[in-house]
């Protein structure tokens, strides 16, 4: 079974923005720190920005300013909202979840493809 189901993906122009969700099922998603990660092509998957069950953020120096993550944990849905979007930004984005609150668990979704062209 996969908790994590990421939406949002698609072709932006640069500059543009792009809404990324994650809804996550079968877990209690409230003690999880979720993550948002990407991979482009020939490239090692990278952090792009995590929340913890606290609501602090991280976020990678790349998008900082750019993005924003979010969660909801009433509808256990985490956001990545994506702004200011540039070519280099082009990657599968997949969403993780990690906690450590009973023993330690850690999902990931599918992935989502964001291209950023013009």
């Known amino acids: 079974q996969v908790p994590l189901v990421e939406t949002g993906g698609g072709l932006v122009q640069p500059g543009g923005s792009l809404r990324l969700s994650c809804a996550a099922s079968?877990?209690?998603?409230?003690?999880?720190?979720m993550g948002w990660y990407r991979q482009a092509p020939g490239k090692q998957r990278e952090l792009v920005a995590r929340i913890f069950s606290s609501d602090s953020t991280v976020y990678a120096d790349s998008v900082k300013g750019r993005f924003t993550i979010s969660r909801d944990n009433v509808n256990n849905t985490v956001y990545l909202q994506m702004n200011s979007l540039k070519p280099e930004d082009t990657a599968v984005y997949y969403c993780?979840?990690?906690?450590?609150?009973?023993?330690?668990?850690?999902?990931w979704g599918q992935g989502t493809q964001v291209t950023v062209s013009s």
């Open positions: 993780n979840a990690e906690t450590h609150y009973f023993s330690y668990a850690n999902y």
């Open positions: 079968g877990i209690i998603f409230s003690v999880y720190t």
